[in-house]
């Protein structure tokens, strides 16, 4: 397990990231074309079926328009326009399933059903890694910034982007240690390295940050720590 964490520890997730998403974006792109390709005949078959559903509906509503003159056709499209929400609602969802009942595509063949499970495989298999890797980058940033990181893992694994969010809220309250780049909660020397983290205004004796360049309660220029240990 130290091992592991060490490793862990050691890994440029930014370069991860990186390769991950021109990875995802290639299977997802290449591979939603294949799918597309593969079933091109079933696809025209049903935009062809949509279409002409659409261009039937159309010419029924001109040749109901037609007859606005007739008092009983008036009354007919009263009555549908101002029915209830439920009836209208059902009526569309009785439309839509009678669509897709009445459809008629052609069967896919079985290669094309194969490039589709192995391209939803695929997609399964990026969520799963994403979702992992999120995971072990909240170990390794909150290690990093002496937070917990076994905690912060098991949170991920369970909530993922919203524990993203907590933790990077919650890391920005914390410092970072201008001379070892180590974050930590606040205090005045960092416990990495020893260098100050707070400096005092050599004019007014104000605290301020150790990287300061001028002082925020009088306005004086502030010899930062560095500049003092290299004289």
Known sequence: MGKFTSKLMERNFRKIAKWFLLVSLLIVIGGGSL?????????GEALSGYQSVQSNENNGQAEFRGMGENAHSN???????????EDSHGLRESEDFAFFDSLQVTEPTKQAEIVLDVFLALCSLLFLAYWILIAFWLYQAAEKASMHGPIWFVLGLFFNVGTVLVFVLSRSFQKVCLNCGLRQHPSNYCRNCG?????????????????DLYCPSCGAKVKGPSEETEQ
């Not at 597309?36 to 696809?43: D, K, S, V």
């Not at 009354?75 to 929400?85: L, T």
Request: charge should be negative; charged fraction near 20%.
């Open 75 to 85: 009354e007919i499209y009263w009555h549908s326009e101002f029915m209830d929400g």
């Open 195 to 211: 260098f100050p983290m707070h400096v005092k205004c050599p004019v007014c004796d104000s605290v301020i940050e150790a990287d």
């Open 35 to 43: 799918v597309g390709f593969t079933y091109r005949t079933q696809l």
